[in-house]
């Protein structure tokens, strides 16, 4: 089974603060991406990425930058947490058909 | 840039009764996928039943089937003799044939299953 880890269900940090969210697969996949997820507004792509070191953004990359150093992990970053950026945020790797998605990160910026 | 509508934010139905859930989308593109994925509480977004627009039959997935229109841009999900494990929210999303293949999401429909 395909398996995707994100390094922390639940977060809280303070404005201004730098966050890193962490995402694991281990299928060997070049694809993964980052969503957020929001009542109302179903997920949307933050940046995805299709190789290591290669990163595009997505449709809401203000205020997020990511890393992708090796095949199997990819990271957001929130360079200064605001709090419009409580949400939950869900990371995706892409198999042949679908995306496998992991189990969220719910971020609180207080 | 496509987009995909989801009309119905929640739906309860009881136990053992058939619902379908609707969702409407707008591309360019004429072939693509299209895609609903279940998120159960407080667990893991899966992937309940993918089509190919290129392919006319609407695919099927044991209890779950799509009924896909592609002239109307219209791709709804139904659950027959729905079962309390398929409460969850449902997400209905549209991908390219090529590239990436990033997700576009519609809003969601939370679907409450009622013993």
């Known amino acids: 089974d395909v398996k995707v880890t994100q390094s922390s269900r639940y977060l809280v940090k303070r404005t201004g603060e730098k966050v890193f969210l962490e995402c694991v697969q281990d299928?060997?996949?070049?694809?993964m991406f980052w969503y957020r997820q929001d009542p109302g507004l179903g997920l949307r792509l933050i940046y995805f990425?299709?190789?290591?070191?290669?990163?595009e953004k997505g449709d809401i990359p203000e205020g997020y930058s990511v890393s992708r150093e090796k095949k199997e992990r990819f990271s957001l970053i929130l360079e200064s947490a605001s709090t419009n950026q409580t949400s939950m945020y869900l990371c995706?790797?892409?198999?042949?058909?679908?995306?496998?998605f992991g189990p969220g990160t719910r971020l609180t910026v207080t | 840039a496509q987009t995909v509508t989801q009309s119905q934010p929640e739906m309860s139905v009881q136990e053992a009764e058939t619902v379908t859930l609707s969702c409407t989308y707008d591309?360019?593109?004429?072939?693509?996928?299209l895609f609903w994925y279940k998120q159960p509480p407080s667990r893991q977004m899966i992937l309940v039943i993918r089509?190919?627009?290129?392919?006319?039959q609407n695919a099927t997935e044991n209890r779950f089937s799509v009924n896909f229109q592609k002239a109307a841009k219209s791709f709804s999900l139904k659950i027959s003799d729905s079962q309390l494990g398929d409460t969850a929210m449902y997400f209905c999303?549209?991908?390219?044939?090529?590239?990436?293949?990033?997700?576009?999401f519609g809003q969601g429909t939370r679907l409450t299953i009622n013993p």
């Open positions: 999303a549209f991908s390219e044939l090529q590239g990436a293949q990033k997700l576009v």
């Open positions: 990425s299709y190789d290591v070191k290669m990163k």
């Open positions: 591309t360019s593109e004429s072939n693509y996928y």
């Open positions: 089509q190919e627009a290129y392919k006319q």
């Open positions: 299928m060997d996949h070049e694809n």
């Open positions: 995706a790797s892409k198999g042949v058909y679908e995306q496998y």
